[in-house]
């Protein structure tokens, strides 16, 4: 095999690799919704397109899970909502806090932006304060 094929294919297999890295290191923000719900819709409107732009956005993507569907297998850990919009701060089998509702941006950014920093620090939810 010549060098430039060894590149080549290492360069094919980090590229085949890369998705699996980042889900393994990547939170997502679970968004717990259903269909008709207008809070969910108002959601979607003022921070649905910025989301995913912003600093949370990049930290930890968007996923959205139906609460009439069964529950995706890989969050079968987690519990699950009966509120929606609910939003869930997860990596690795660990939720690091939960919003219940939406009645605005500044209170969505405001405790997301508590949840990112228990993430950042690596305290889940429920977890004592250190002291």
Known sequence: MTRTRQIFVILALILLELPRIGAATAAELIMFEQRGCEWCARWNAE???IYPKSDEGHLAPLRRVDIHAPMPEDLAWMRGERFTPSFALVHEGVEYGRIRGYPGEDF?????????ARFQARKPAGAAPAG
């Open 47 to 49: 921070i649905g397109p």
């Open 108 to 116: 969505f950014w405001g405790l997301l932006g508590e949840m990112v």
